[in-house]
């Protein structure tokens, strides 16, 4: 799921996660990437074929980034809502330390992104999707061994784990890392987000 990428490719990464946060992903061109990266656009498409590929790339790279920080976190030695806070806490450090990517991936749930045409772009697709799962599935079997240990209520493991998933992605919504957030803020948010997703789960 997590690729290692050249220097440059992350920096183009970097500048079309901003810009397509900030123009929106229908809306920016590869020309506002180019201008925000500080070059040109023929290094952009020496990287990726088209805008649609590049905005999948930055999808999956979002995906990367929370996949890698919560399976280290996994730790079935220990109770299942132990493990699963740890998981949920790093997964709100990540989406915060990469917050345009996720504001991305947001606008891919709200309609608000470029069609993949091309074998490119739906291969890109088809491997974030699958990565999507291969994650939430992380998610599902903590929570269906916190069932099995009666630390959480009995409940349809598709519903728990979404509603699991989306207070853990909340601060997408409205965390504005421009006005500046301490540490301290960063782990309040991180402990009482967490604690408010495994709270949905608890009978």
């Avoid at 690729?3 to 992903?25: N, P």
Wanted: hydrophobic letters at 45%; aromatic letters at 6%.
């Amino acid at each position: 799921m997590v690729e290692q990428i050249s220097r440059s490719k992350s920096e183009i990464l970097d500048a079309a996660a901003h810009c397509f946060m900030m123009l929106g992903a229908d809306a920016a061109s590869v020309d506002d990437i180019a201008a925000q990266l500080g070059s040109t656009k023929g290094r952009i498409y020496h990287h990726f074929s088209s805008k649609g590929a590049l905005l999948a790339a930055v999808q999956l790279r979002a995906a990367g980034f929370t996949h890698r920080a919560v399976e280290q976190e996994i730790d079935p030695s220990l109770p299942a809502a132990v493990s699963l806070d740890n998981m949920s806490r790093s997964h709100v450090y990540t989406v915060l330390g990469s917050l345009p990517y996720h504001r991305v991936i947001l606008q891919t749930y709200s309609g608000a992104r470029a069609k993949a045409v091309t074998e490119v772009e739906r291969a890109l697709q088809d491997k974030l999707r699958c990565g999507q799962r291969q994650y939430e599935l992380l998610f599902r079997r903590e929570v269906e061994r916190g069932m099995a240990e009666g630390s959480f209520e009995p409940r349809n493991l598709t519903v728990a784990v979404a509603g699991l998933m989306l207070i853990l992605n909340s601060p997408v919504f409205w965390f504005r890392p421009e006005r500046g957030a301490s540490q301290d803020f960063l782990d309040t948010i991180a402990r009482d987000v967490s604690g408010m997703a495994l709270a949905s789960l608890r009978a």
